[in-house]
């Protein structure tokens, strides 16, 4: 029946027409955002995930910021021990070269002064960010240092930032406050170091730090002069072997720490990639599959357009059978 009161082929054209240019203006949206899902409304548990994961990647960020000051630290102490390490191996090979009875110890001890004054410099200068793990002039000591290493989320969504503990006391090497707690500045005994102890303590420090308080070091503070007897020089060799093997285990420990935060700055930035590439795949428009589809739109919007006119038109037929 033809009606000139309804329309039902135009009625279904511009039905047929309003869904394509919907489909058409969600088609143009992910190709212009790149995004499938955009919005809660798109898809309500993709975009929960991809928020909750984009926020995520964030604090990793912070969390790798975080490793590379941390990273900074360990490298500042790391490079002073070092230098310190080299140091107390050639005040060492001084003390050996006053072994021998026919040289002047007083000019050896001038190398000695100078090259103690070096540590010093050493200790004082090793500091990154207010952060000194040689040098402490502290009342209260040092505590363990700790970096931000990882931000953690349960099953159960909550979170959680681990932390790289370092044992800073074990790389003191001055205390101003505590000589017992510095590696160049603690009584060590001589005597204890030989084969065969004969107990009595010959107890020996290197750097004197805290003369004046009652916290120095109670021993001698290894220093050659024109009187030293060969035995003396002896027990001041030892102690200085001694100090190397502890300095030479505070490296080996920060060393340990420099390679593990490197590895986990590596391992964060790995990950903050693994997260973008899997929110990614929630959200992300194919192009290829978007493009192919707005251009079929774009076909049937114009073949809608004409669907239209046609049906528009065909009620003007019914003018002709009163003429």
Do not use: C
Not at 1 to 27: D, K, V
Not at 87 to 99: G, H, N, Q, R, Y
Not at 204 to 223: K, N, P, R, V
């Amino acid at each position: 029946m033809t009606s000139i009161m309804t329309n039902t082929a135009a009625m279904g054209a511009l039905a047929t027409l309003r869904s394509i240019n919907m489909e058409m203006e969600t088609t143009q949206a992910r190709v212009s955002s790149g995004l499938r899902v955009q919005a809660a409304a798109d898809n309500a548990a993709y975009w929960s995930i991809a928020t909750t994961m984009r926020s995520d990647n964030k604090a990793l960020g912070t969390v790798g910021d975080a490793l590379g000051l941390g990273a900074a630290k360990v490298d500042v102490a790391y490079t002073g021990l070092n230098n310190a390490i080299k140091v107390v191996d050639e005040i060492k090979a001084k003390l050996v070269a006053a072994t021998e009875s026919s040289v002047d110890k007083t000019k050896i001890n001038s190398e000695l002064a100078e090259l103690k004054n070096q540590l010093r410099s050493t200790a004082e200068s090793a500091s990154f960010s207010g952060e000194n793990w040689l040098y402490n002039t502290d009342a209260a000591g040092v505590a363990t240092a700790q970096i931000v290493a990882s931000f953690n989320r349960a099953a159960d969504g909550k979170v959680t930032v681990g932390t790289l503990d370092v044992d800073v006391t074990a790389t003191i090497l001055i205390d101003t406050a505590d000589a017992s707690r510095g590696l160049l500045t603690a009584d060590v005994d001589a005597d204890a170091l030989l084969a065969t102890p004969t107990g009595t303590a010959a107890n020996y420090f290197l750097i004197d730090a805290s003369a004046s308080t009652a916290a120095a070091a109670t021993g001698t503070e290894i220093a050659l002069s024109a009187t030293t007897t060969e035995a003396e020089v002896g027990a001041m060799l030892r102690v200085v072997d001694n100090i190397l093997e502890n300095l030479t285990d505070a490296a080996s420990s920060l060393g340990a720490v420099k390679s593990r935060v490197d590895m986990q700055n590596d391992f964060v930035s790995t990950l903050m990639d693994a997260i973008t590439k899997g929110v990614g795949r929630l959200v992300d428009a194919d192009m290829n599959q978007e493009s192919t589809r707005l251009k079929a739109l774009q076909t049937q919007q114009q073949l809608g357009i004409q669907s239209l006119s046609i049906a528009n038109n065909s009620s003007q037929g019914v003018l002709q059978l009163f003429r």
